[in-house]
Every structure is written in C-alpha cells, then in structure tokens.
C-alpha cells in the first residue's frame, strides 16, 4: 500500500508545543454546523484520521499503520506509525520515551540511547539493522498503539482543533490545520504551520475576525500550497488541490459525508 516516492511524512524539526486538551465532543443532537460540532467530535475525527492516512499511506485504513516503518528518503531517517513519527525531527524519541515510561523493559526501549543520538539527523546508527522489525513488533502492543494516539493528540491533533475552535473556523478548517501540522510541525521556520497561519492572515481574516470562512480557507490553503513547494519532497501539492480545496469549493464546511476526494491521482470515498 505505501509508495515511499510520494508519501511525503513531512516537517521540519519540530519545537513542541504543549496544548491544554480541547473541549469534548458536543451532543450529537444539536445542529451539525460549523459552530456545533468541532473536529474532535468522534465521527469527524475518524474521518480526519482517514484523510490524512489517504495521503501518507495511501490507506483509509488508518489502524493499520501502526506497524509501519521505512525510510522515504526525505532526510529525516525513518518514518513510522500512524501520523510519520520520524528518528530525525523528536517525535518518534518523544513517543518512544514515553512507551517506555508506561512499558519499562519494552522491545524498544534499548533503542532509546539511538534515538537521542540520531535526532535532528537522517542517521540510522544503532537503530539498524533491528529497529524496524521490532517497530512492528511493538506495534502489536496495544500500549504501544495507546501511546501514538496520545502522542498524535498531544502533538498535532489538539492544538491545531484549539487553534482553529480560536480562529472561529469549522471542521474542515481545523482539518487543513491539522494536516498543516502532520506535515510541517510547528516549529519557528516558514514553512511551519505557524508561518502558513501568519501568510494567509496577511490575505483574508478568519471568522473570528470577522471575516468571510471559505475565503480565509482559501489564503490559508494558498499559503499550505505555497509552503509545500519550497520542499522537493513536498511538491505535489495533491493533498490539498484534489482533497481539501474540493471540500472547500463545495461549501462542505463541516466535512459531512459523502466526501470523494483524490491524493496522487488515487480517488478514495468515505460514505
């Protein structure tokens, strides 16, 4: 399922951002407006997670990405699990450490002395030739599972619901931040999430401003498009013609299903 030529896991090294937990999911039975319903609701969340896995592995069986690893190339050694934590840019040791804090003695943990050293490289000195076999071994784990969700969440899938909930824009809007994030970071350089926020608010203001959704939608995913170019690993900007701008022409603010959508040029449905 994966093709490592155009997976594109993203980002450059990452500066943490620790995220107070956003508000839960609103009762169902209120209106599903953009207002309403936020994408940490469990059906929206579900559907961000099948998105962004039809991007970086090509899946929407996102669930089955745990167990996986390899290389792609791009500079920031190995890329694994369900949102590409990578060796080169702290999450995947950020995720690993904390395995192993829940999981002492687990098939990873002797790998975390590697980890720290190879950080912020695309190294893969003392990780080889066994980490990736016992990657997949763990990922077998659910504990192990457990901690990318948190991981996920803490990193990427929070903040960027919180900080979309602020900038008063709906499910598809906090999505585009969200897969921002998975592929950019937020650390402090320009082609981060931060630095795509700030260029589009340079074009059109959000909601919470006072302006108009699907155009600030539209500087926000003209600056991700522009941010994506910069990288040759980033260059097909797909993910975001084919997928999210479709959404977005079409008014679809709350991401409600049916949704079609293409990434590569594969076409994927959710229903």
């Known amino acids: 399922m994966h093709t490592p030529h155009i997976r594109t896991s993203r980002r450059t090294l990452l500066a943490l951002i620790g995220a107070s937990l956003v508000a839960g999911p609103v009762i169902a039975s209120q209106p599903a407006t953009a207002a309403a319903v936020g994408l940490d609701d469990p059906a929206k969340k579900e559907i961000a997670m099948k998105l962004v896995s039809s991007a970086e592995n090509s899946s929407l ?69 066994g980490f990736p076999g016992d990657w997949a071994r763990a990922a ?13 969440d803490r990193v990427y899938f929070n903040p960027s619901v919180k900080q979309g909930k602020t900038d008063g ?23 981060s999430f931060g630095s795509i926020r700030r260029r589009a608010l340079t074009k059109a203001k959000p909601p919470a401003q006072g302006g108009d959704e699907v155009t600030y939608l539209n500087a926000f995913l ?21 997928a999210q701008r479709v959404f977005v022409q079409k008014r679809n603010l709350s991401l409600n299903p049916p949704l079609d959508w293409k990434v590569y040029g594969d076409s994927f449905h959710i229903g």
């Not at 999505?175 to 998975?182: H, L, P, Q």
């Not at 003209?222 to 084919?242: G, L, Y």
Request: aromatic share 10%.
């Open 222 to 242: 003209d600056a991700r498009v522009w941010a994506m170019k910069q990288e040759e690993a980033h260059s097909d900007t797909s993910r975001v013609d084919t």
């Open 169 to 191: 824009i709906g499910v598809l809007g906090q999505f585009t931040y969200y897969d921002a994030i998975v592929m950019h970071g937020n650390g402090g350089d320009s082609t």
């Open 61 to 129: 069986d996102w669930k089955a990405q745990y167990k996986y690893i390899e290389d792609i190339g791009d500079g920031r050694g190995y890329t694994a699990g369900i949102i590409g934590f990578c060796s080169g840019t702290g999450d995947m040791l950020d995720l690993v450490e904390l395995y192993a804090q829940r999981k002492p003695g687990n098939v990873l943990a002797k790998y975390l002395p590697a980890l720290r050293n190879v950080d912020g490289t695309d190294s893969h000195q003392g990780l080889d030739p």
């Open 140 to 152: 077998q784990d659910s504990a192990f599972q457990q901690a990318q969700n948190d991981e996920r």
